[in-house]
C-alpha cells in the first residue's frame, strides 16, 4: 500500500511541467496557494531549520533546535495527511500553468514527509555520516551582525539539553524494534561526541567560535557580557548534554545496534528500501534495475579510464594504475593550507569561464573552510552550500589532488554553492521550491559539472580527467554497492572490493563512504541518477536544436527550476526545446 501511495505522489508530473507563463489567477490557485503558504509557516515553528539544511552561514536568528519527539511527529503525521486529502480535493487540470508545476513539486514534498513518519525515520537520528550531535556541534554562525543574533544564538543552546533528550528518546524507540544503523558503520564515532566536550575550556569549543570576534559595533561592556553567558551556558547546559549522549551511546545504544547490513533487514524493510529508493531518486525504478545500470556505467566508464592511462603514459595495468595514483606522493598535499589553496586556484579558475557557460550568475559567495577537526575522520572529502565550501584536510594521503578539481566543481561553483543560491534568489517561486533540496536534482546537477570541468577546460593534466572519471566511476559504483548490500545481500567487505578495484579514491575515503552507504539506505543512488537526467535532457536538446542550441540558456533552463523532481526537470527540458531552446530569462531583460 505504501508503494501505491508513493507512486501516485508523482502522477501526472510531466504532463503539468511547462514553462512558467503569466496567467490569471484562478479559484483553485488561490485554494492551493492557501494551503501551502499555511503549511510552509506551520512547519517553521515545528522545526525552524526547515529549509536550511545546505546553509552553512549557521542560521542566525533561531533560538531554538528542532522539535523531534514522539508527539511532535504525530502532530507532524496527522497535520500532513490532512494536507495531502485537501490537495487531493484540487483538480490540477483547474490549476494555472505555474501553478500545476508547483502543485505536482509540492505534493511530492508533502508524501515523503508522510512516509518517513510511517516508517519512523526519526527513530534513527544518526548514520556513519550525519548525526545530530554532529550537526549542532558545527551550527555555529561564522559571525554575528548584532547582539541580538549573538543571544539568540545563546538561546539556541541553552535548548540543546532538550534536543538531545528528545534525540535520546527516538533512539531507546528505533533500539527497542530494531531500527538502527548497522554496528560496524559506528565504530569509533563516539569519538565525535568527546571531540565536541571533552578536555576543553567553553572559550576553546566550536560553541565559542563567533564570540571571539564580536562587532565592533557592539559596546565592549555588551561584548563581554555576551561572551560570559555564552562561557556559562556551554559549560552549564552544551557540555553536559553532550557527556549524557556519550554515556548513553556508549554503554546502551552501540552495543545493541543491528549487526545486519540490509535496509531490507530492517521492520517493513522491501517497503522501507524501495521507499528510500523513490525518495532518492525521485524514479519508479526496481533495486535490481538500477543495480543493472550502474553495471554498464562501471563498464563503460572504465574503458574511458584506460584510454585515460594511456594518454598518462603509464604502461601497467588499471590497478596498477590505481596503486601509483594512491601511493605516489606527488599527487599529495603536504600541508593543509596547500590543499585549501589549491581548492581556491580551482575556483577561481572556474569564475573565469562561467560567463561562457550560464547567463545567470548568483549573488551569494562562498568562502572555503577547512572541515571541524571534531568531524573530519568520518566525514566526506568535502560538502558544499549556500556560503561555504567545506574541504577536509584530515589525513592529506587519502585527499588527492589529481582529484580535486572535480570534488571542487562539485561542491562549490558551478555545483552546490552555485545551484542551492540560485534556487534561493528565484523570488517569483514559493519558499517550498526555493529552500527545499531534492537529491536526485541537486547532486545530479553536481555531478553533472564535474563533467562539465572538461569540456570548459579545468583539468589540466590527464591525471585530473582521471580524477574526474575516478569520481564519475565513484557514483557509478553507488549504484551497485548500494543495491549490491541493501537488496543482495553485498557484505562490507565485498562493498569495499567493488569500490577499490573501480576507483582512485583512497583506502579511508573508500571504506568512509562504504559506511556511509550502508547506513544511509538510497541517498547514494541520487548523484548518478541525477547526472543521467541532465545528460540525456542536453543530448536531446544538442540533436533538437542543432546551431539554435545555447548552452547557456539550457543551464540557466534546469537551474531556474529550482530543486525538483527528475520527471519535472525532464519535461521543462521537452518544452523548452518546443519553445526553441529561449533564454528563459529574456522576459526580465
Known sequence: MRRVFL??????????????????????????????????????????????EDDTSGAPGLTTWPRVDPATQATRLTYWQDVMQRLDAIDPATLSQEQRINYGIYREQIAINILRIQFREHEKPLNADTTFWTSVASSAPRAFLNAAQARAYIARLADTPRYFDDEIANMKLGLARGFTPPRVTLEGRDRSITAAYGEKTPEQSAFY?????????IPGETRAELQAEASKVIAEKVFPAYAKVHAYYTTEYFPRTTTKLAATSLPDGEAYYSAQIREFTTLDLAADEIHQIGMREVARIRARMEEQKTLAGFTGTLPEFLAFL??????????????????????????GK???????????????RPVPDDIAPFYTAGRGGSGGYLLNTYNLPSRALYSLPALTLHESAPGHSFQIPLAEEQTGQPDFRRRSYISAYGEGWALYTELLGEEMGIYETPYEVFGMLSYQMWRAARLVVDTGVHAKGWTREEAIKFMLDNTALASHEVTTEVDRYISWPGQALSYYLGEMAIVEARAKAEAALGPKFD?????????????????????????????GGPDPYADED
Do not use: M
Not at 553 to 563: I, M
Open 209 to 217: 567560535e563567533p564570540f571571539r570576534s564580536l562587532p565592533q559595533s
Open 354 to 368: 562561467a560567463h561562457l557557460y550560464f547567463g545567470r550568475l548568483p549573488r551569494a559567495r562562498f568562502a572555503i
Open 551 to 579: 548552452i547557456r540558456h539550457f543551464h540557466d533552463t534546469v537551474l531556474q527550476l529550482g530543486s525538483v523532481p527528475l520527471p519535472v526537470l525532464t519535461a521543462r527540458i521537452d518544452e523548452w526545446i518546443a519553445d
Open 7 to 52: 507512486a501516485l505522489a508523482l502522477a501526472g508530473l510531466a504532463a503539468c511541467a511547462t514553462r512558467p507563463a503569466e496567467s490569471p489567477e484562478t479559484a483553485a490557485d488561490q485554494r492551493f496557494r492557501a494551503i501551502y503558504e499555511a503549511e510552509w509557516d506551520w512547519r517553521k515553528t515545528i522545526d525552524p531549520t526547515d529549509g536550511q
Open 326 to 351: 594512491r601511493t605516489d606522493a606527488q599527487f599529495y598535499a603536504k600541508t593543509p593550507q596547500e590543499l585549501l589553496n589549491r581548492a581556491a586556484w580551482i575556483a577561481k579558475s572556474f569564475d
